[in-house]
């Protein structure tokens, strides 16, 4: 065992003085980890985050210092070993275990892009994106942003703020209402859905120099009967899931020929050439692409469906939340429901956190639900995150990180959630989570705090390794922000 070695004079006096504890220090990543014959280290118990750092850059020798985080027992350690040994009826002579990573990043904003109307979802392609990631070409050099708006049109970005390709308008077989979703599916196929109760995929073809592109309409997709306002796809397969306030998850293919032929009843008839220039409407559709249905309609919930999406280890299974207050879980092979799981508020949002076997959703009362939906388990709420002011829209996970995901709600902001950084909520041994950093809209004053996030509302983001942190909202722009290993292992 040895005593905590020679580190920067500005700390050494706080290091060398008080009550001193046997400390074991541990990572998972082999660039940041000691030696294996790294023994004890005595450090004194009232050192915080800064001072343990040092310790362990100089034990590391690195030639400049990285800014670590600890964990013990799994949970960031936010107050001084003494505090810690206290709450947990531990005393000095016990020997901790303190595992550290590389510090969380502040994400620093990059760009924003101007739409003409308020910004309903985004999504990237990119080298590191799901649909991206095998198939993507990497001569582009950059990635590609996808935003849908409430002028009812889709746009794809490159990261130079330019417009590569815009969807056509209302008479050449666009949307006739506002987009409240949009989804890569292939790095050359695009689906986006709205209030106009469609889903409709799209070709998109890039110019050979990548400064221009089309997108082009390929299907529609009907069988909704209300607003249409999340989607989630699976590459391998092409199938897509759909969110609707009709209460019903559709389940779709891209393929056209995999595709049933669409209910004619939820067709809407051809425009005449005079009612072509007037205002558009729901029910008024001058396309000519193939029209197809459902693969299936899974009716159960009792209430809008504000989410969906495939479960990461099996695609033959989904979740989708709802303002019933419930998560469902389905087994598309057979179409049928396979459990449901209630809980206190209507949910808005859905993402996975797959290696830790839970599912995290945002609510209508302001807070993320971290819920395990393995049948064997009996707990409804496995964490509850706190911070955000005003309803939680959008998720999206960490591609660093397994314990983390950004969110997105109509408080106007952002934040960055590990699931390791708790505090103590009311009620003995509970905890609850809070977010490591919170991402405003671009151009709000510190200062502003807005009611309701009025007028700077989130409605959508996305989180890629290469792009960032992409969020859209009611200030009519995307935002892209950006920090380096932002939550990492």
Request: proline share 6%; hydrophobic share 35%.
């Amino acid at each position: 065992m040895s005593t905590a070695p020679d580190i920067a004079p500005d700390i050494a006096p706080e290091i060398a003085a008080g009550t001193h504890v046997k400390v074991q220090f541990t990572a998972r990543h082999p660039d940041i980890s000691l030696p294996e014959n790294t023994g004890l280290v005595l450090v004194p118990t009232h050192i915080r985050r800064y001072a343990l750092s040092s310790i362990v850059n100089h034990l590391l020798a690195t030639p400049r210092p990285i800014p670590f985080d600890f964990l013990i027992g799994g949970t960031f350690l936010r107050t001084p070993i003494d505090s810690y040994l206290t709450a947990h009826g531990l005393s000095s002579e016990t020997a901790l275990t303190l595992e550290y990573v590389r510090s969380l990043v502040p994400p620093l904003y990059l760009a924003s892009f101007e739409h003409n109307d308020w910004v309903s979802s985004v999504d990237v392609l990119s080298n590191t994106s799901l649909v991206g990631r095998s198939s993507f070409n990497a001569e582009i050099g950059q990635g590609r942003i996808l935003s849908g708006s409430y002028d009812g049109l889709l746009r794809v970005w490159n990261m130079s703020s330019q417009v590569l390709a815009t969807s056509a308008s209302v008479g050449d077989g666009g949307h006739t209402s506002s987009i409240k979703a949009v989804k890569f599916i292939t790095p050359s196929e695009v689906v986006s859905s709205g209030l106009d109760r469609t889903v409709r995929v799209w070709r998109y073809n890039e110019a050979s120099d990548h400064f221009s592109a089309e997108l082009e309409p390929a299907i529609e997709l009907y069988g909704h009967t209300g607003s249409v306002d999340s989607l989630a796809v699976y590459t391998p397969t092409m199938r897509i899931l759909s969110a609707s306030t009709d209460h019903t998850v559709g389940v779709w293919s891209a393929n056209e020929r995999e595709a049933p032929i669409a209910p004619s009843h939820l067709i809407p008839p051809q425009r005449s050439t005079a009612a072509r220039s007037k205002r558009r409407k729901i029910t008024s559709s001058d396309s000519t692409s193939p029209r197809r249905g459902p693969l299936a309609l899974l009716k159960s919930h009792t209430a809008p469906v504000s989410s969906a999406i495939f479960s990461p280890t099996d695609p033959t299974v989904a979740y989708s939340v709802s303002w019933d207050h419930t998560l469902r879980t389905w087994d598309l092979t057979t179409t049928s429901l396979v459990d449901t799981r209630t809980a206190s508020h209507p949910l808005l949002s859905l993402t996975a956190l797959p290696t830790l076997h839970l599912l995290a959703t945002g609510t209508s009362a302001r807070h993320i639900t971290l819920i395990d939906p393995r049948a064997d388990n009996t707990n409804i709420s496995a964490l509850t995150l706190r911070g955000h002011t005003n309803a939680v829209v959008a998720l999206s996970r960490d591609p660093n990180s397994e314990w983390g995901f950004v969110s997105g709600s109509h408080d106007g902001t952002c934040r960055i959630w590990d699931v390791r950084s708790t505090k103590a909520g009311q009620g003995v041994g509970r905890e609850v989570g809070e977010s490591v950093y919170t991402i405003k809209r671009k151009g709000e004053p510190e200062d502003v705090k807005r009611i309701a996030g009025e007028g700077v509302k989130v409605f959508g983001v996305c989180w890629d390794r290469e792009v960032g942190i992409v969020s859209g909202g009611e200030d009519k722009n995307v935002q892209v922000n950006k920090g380096e290993e932002v939550v990492s292992t």
